[in-house]
């Protein structure tokens, strides 16, 4: 297993964000994701989240909906989730699962929690549980030694930040916007402030989440954050080219060749 | 955080929203937990306030027509050899329970400062609700609906929409009552600051199951102030279907603690719970999470929501309150599926017999207390009475029912199905 702090330290040690990226597991099919992830991988992205498929996500927006619930039509299961978390650490860099919670319930937290680990993943983002309902999923990492990647967002406390901040391991997941996940024009003026806030509670890294899509906008919010969080572009990319395999790799291989670009020309 | 200002009983969540310390619970988006911190200091401050807890009263009886009747139903009675007693919610403005939670929450919304709510809605009885109580208070109004639902309850559409609210169809997932909830939750993370959730059933995330409970329970409220005062005893048996829950907690709350009241939950059977195709969660579903609750759901091995049925679009959800998992696991109440056709010959039996057409949900809640009313008159004799909550009117169903009856024909009439109802119930 490679944590997810290998990555903050790479992209540190260059004097850059890191680049972190999504795709749900499934999609377009359990291998189909693997190859993806695996050029996502070849073109630049520092770390993997990997997106569980829930019938009800309550964080996403329509792209991400559409993949996860092609996939779940597909047939994917959790341990298909497990397979894909091998693949893609097999590459060497921090694999996480991101996902809500009652597939892990359901799973068993702790069977799950030693699974994950006996396959290579770094962690697990959990969006819809807080640390302070997320006692059951604490101890079973902390066990494990798994990062645990809590979020924030604009509407925090700054007690809450404090608590989030101090509970999680990894990196913290700040999302940029009030609102659910997808590809948004413009950068959000709200990640900035929070980016502080969180930072002022401890050195645990902090990635932004939620609306970048491009080059450019990497580049902006990596003049601030430690991480750049992409995932509703990557599934679009996939999502544009439903019958050519070939084609929707190509589009994902360029656009993970911009963002790099992008977190490696911010003025830091 | 303020304290919780009423008593609290064994049956209470605690203050983080756990009904005996593992149902319930908040499971939400961090960007949401904000504004649930704030609704829940704003309704503990409210019902402390004697001048909005008078407020929400006098709304409800001047504008919705409480307390609603409890009503002797005599000829039913007759037939099934006890005292059936039936609490008209259905007589309520807009023709259900569901008015008192929104002119609750609208109450509320009002007193935060917010100026839109949105809804999520099954059978359209909450949105209608919802609608109204936007035009009452003057908020702007969005309801999510199940695009499914919006073609099997288009007649609450368009009532939503003459009442000013806005209706968007969701497609996504199941496009029912789910996926309506998903999507309002959608809507709320982006509007936050400026938007309430009046959240229809006493399910999802703290505070909501124990907030809708406070502003339903006028219903079990009333009804044993009435059975006491009108028949001088308490009920042997109280009834209520229960699909979110929020009528059945409206009115099992005043009995919980009545240790001689049998407490009873109908929940839907569709086709029979054998067939996998209904939306009977306590009976056979399991322990997990569902929009923001630990309560029990109806999913599939590896934790995915599993579609539910039911004829009645108000109970087609696959969660449950989590005050009533609670209820479950503590036997204090027993929850038992009511078939489709076991709650249409019920519709049936209660508008010939009453002349009283219930709505579909509330015809769970008939057939279970007719199967109760036969018990416990064998057990007790004629006097033995149960209360059963008439949740809601039947004219939104009348396409199910002439679908189901074959009705709408003058020239072949509903004699037949309905003669053999009767049989069926009397037996």
Redesign the interface.
């Known amino acids: 297993m490679t944590s997810t702090s290998t990555a903050f330290e790479k992209a540190r040690a260059e004097g850059r964000a890191a680049l972190i990226g999504y795709l749900p597991a499934g999609y377009p099919t359990v291998d189909g994701s693997i190859r993806a992830m695996q050029v996502m991988v070849e073109a630049g992205c520092d770390a993997i989240e990997i997106g569980l498929p ?6 996403d ?2 792209t991400i ?1 559409a993949a996860a ?1 092609a996939a ?1 039509d597909g047939g994917v ?2 341990a298909d989730v497990l397979r894909v978390v091998e693949a893609v650490a097999a590459t060497g860099v921090p694999t996480l699962v991101m996902t809500y ?7 068993g937290v702790e069977r799950w929690a030693t699974d994950l680990a006996a396959a290579g993943g770094a962690g697990m983002i959990t ?4 640390p ?2 997320g006692a059951e999923w604490i101890a079973a990492a902390d066990a494990h030694d798994l990062d645990k990647v ?8 700054d007690d ?1 930040i404090t608590m ?1 901040a101090q509970e999680s391991r990894g990196f913290v997941y700040a ?1 940029a ?4 996940t997808g590809a948004r024009e413009a950068t959000s003026d709200l990640a900035g402030p929070l980016v502080q806030r969180v930072r002022a509670s401890g050195d645990v890294p902090v990635a932004v989440g939620i609306g970048v899509s491009n080059g450019d906008q990497a580049a902006e919010v990596a003049a601030f954050a430690d991480g750049v969080i992409v995932g509703s572009a990557f599934v679009r990319a996939l999502l544009d080219h439903p019958d050519d395999e070939a084609a929707g790799l190509e589009a994902l291989r360029a656009l993970t060749a911009d963002l790099a670009e992008g977190v490696r020309r911010a003025a830091r | 955080m303020s304290q919780q200002v009423q008593h609290k009983s064994r049956y209470d969540a605690d203050d983080r929203g756990y009904f005996g310390g593992t149902w319930g619970g908040r499971f939400m988006p961090e960007a949401l937990v904000a504004a649930l911190d704030e609704l829940t200091d704003a309704w503990h401050e409210a019902m402390a306030d004697t001048a909005f807890v008078d407020e929400f009263e006098r709304v409800l009886r001047d504008y919705a027509g409480t307390p609603s009747r409890l009503y002797h139903a005599e000829r039913l009675s007759k037939k099934v050899g006890a005292r059936v007693l039936l609490k008209r919610e259905d007589l309520n403005h807009t023709g259900a329970h569901k008015i008192r939670n929104v002119m609750g929450q609208a109450l509320l919304t009002k007193r935060m400062g917010k100026t839109r709510v949105i809804a999520e809605t099954g059978a359209g009885q909450h949105g209608v609700a919802s609608a109204t109580a936007a035009a009452y208070f003057d908020l702007d109004c969005t309801v999510y609906m199940g695009a499914v639902d919006t073609r099997r309850q288009a007649l609450n559409v368009a009532r939503m929409q003459l009442l000013g609210a806005k209706v968007i169809p969701v497609e996504s997932g199941s496009a029912t009552l789910k996926d309506a909830i998903n999507e309002a939750l959608r809507d709320w993370v982006a509007s936050v600051d400026h938007t309430a959730y009046l959240f229809g059933t006493a399910a999802g995330p703290h505070p909501f199951p124990s907030m809708v409970r406070d502003f339903c329970r006028g219903i079990g409220d009333e009804a044993r102030a009435q059975c006491l005062e009108q028949y001088g005893v308490l009920p042997d048996a109280v009834a209520a279907c229960v699909g979110g829950g929020s009528n059945a907690i409206g009115i099992f709350t005043a009995f919980l603690e009545d240790e001689g009241v049998e407490i009873h939950g109908f929940e839907p059977g569709g086709d029979g719970v054998e067939t996998g195709r209904h939306a009977a969660t306590i009976h056979a579903g399991e322990a997990g999470v569902l929009h923001g609750a630990r309560t029990y759901v109806l999913q599939d091995e590896d934790g995915q929501t599993v579609e539910s049925h039911s004829i009645s679009a108000g109970l087609d959800y696959p969660g449950v309150g989590p005050q009533h998992s609670l209820l479950a696991a503590t036997g204090r109440a027993t929850y038992t599926p009511v078939t489709d056709a076991e709650a249409m010959d019920a519709m049936a039996l209660l508008s010939r017999t009453e002349g009283i057409i219930p709505a579909i949900e509330s015809a769970h809640a008939i057939h279970g207390a007719i199967e109760l009313a036969k018990r416990l008159g064998q057990e007790k004799g004629p006097d033995a009475t149960i209360i059963v909550n008439l949740s809601g009117r039947g004219d939104k169903d009348m396409g199910t029912a002439i679908e189901w009856f074959g009705l709408g024909h003058a020239e072949e009439g509903p004699e037949a199905d309905l003669d053999q109802t009767e049989t069926v119930t009397q037996q």
């Open positions: 829930y019938s009800d996500p309550v964080m927006g329509p909906q619930q779940l299961r959790t919670w009652n597939p892990i319930e359901r799973y969006p819809d549980i807080t302070d309902h809590f979020l924030v967002a604009p509407s925090s406390t809450r989030t999302a916007v009030m609102g659910v």
